[in-house]
């Protein structure tokens, strides 16, 4: 079945960018989505990119998708301690999430 | 604007016990699911319904039934919990189903322990 794939956990210095990055296996995927989730809550979407575009810019968010290597990834530039979530990417209409991938911002 | 409301917060069964967790959204939105969260797997679809009347199995559906009689609710029922249904769990919904850009809206989960 489809797979989405992320790695576990990434720590970065405040101040520093921070890139999490994504494979998925659905290539008929039409948009796919980065979530946000802080500790004892829900996901709440943060930004989405369409299948046709290679990149989009949001402020401080930069997602970048890479079509034919399946490839997904999210920078957080100057990366706050208010950052540290746990981030999931998401395809497949949102049916499929990735592992999430824990971010820890030290001082 | 309450969103999407997941009760209880927390809940203990012990094996065997059946029991319900309950979803409501006051958003109007026809497409609803469930999601289990367990560390390292991310999150896995339990059911969904794409309106009133209509529900359909996700990766992970034994064990579980729901059913959805009004727009609003998508109760979780287990029938017969187990130590392995020992989860996190997410309720969340959105204005269409998944073939629109429609993002999803999550409630605050519901943290099941069975003994």
């Known amino acids: 079945g489809e797979d989405v794939e992320q790695s576990l956990f990434l720590s970065v210095r405040e101040g520093d960018s921070s890139v999490i990055n994504c494979t998925y296996t659905?290539?008929?995927?039409?948009?796919l989505y980065w979530y946000k989730q802080e500790p004892g809550a829900g996901l709440q979407l943060l930004t989405y990119?369409?299948?046709?575009?290679d990149m989009k810019q949001d402020q401080r968010l930069t997602v970048l998708l890479n079509k034919k290597d399946k490839h997904l990834s999210l920078r957080i530039a100057d990366t706050q301690t208010g950052d540290s979530a746990i981030y999931f990417c998401?395809?497949?209409?949102?049916?499929?999430f990735g592992s999430g991938t824990q971010l820890t911002v030290l001082p | 604007n309450a969103g999407v409301t997941q009760t209880p917060k927390f809940q203990v069964l012990k094996t065997g016990q059946s029991m319900t967790l309950q979803c409501a959204q006051d958003?109007?939105?026809?497409?609803m699911s469930w999601y289990r969260q367990d560390p390292g797997m991310g999150l896995r679809l339990i059911h969904y319904?794409?309106?009133?009347?209509?529900?359909d199995q996700g990766e992970v559906p034994n064990g579980y039934n729901v059913s959805r009689s009004t727009t609003e609710d998508f109760p979780l029922r287990l029938l017969s919990a187990a130590p392995s249904q020992t989860s996190v769990y997410f309720c969340?919904?959105?204005?269409?189903?998944?073939?629109?850009?429609?993002?999803?809206?999550f409630g605050n989960g519901t943290r099941l322990t069975v003994t």
């Open positions: 969340a919904s959105s204005l269409g189903g998944r073939l629109y850009n429609s993002p999803l809206h």
């Open positions: 659905d290539s008929s995927s039409t948009y």
């Open positions: 990119i369409f299948s046709n575009m």
């Open positions: 998401a395809e497949r209409g949102q049916l499929t």
């Open positions: 958003m109007n939105h026809e497409y």
């Open positions: 319904s794409v309106g009133a009347g209509i529900t």
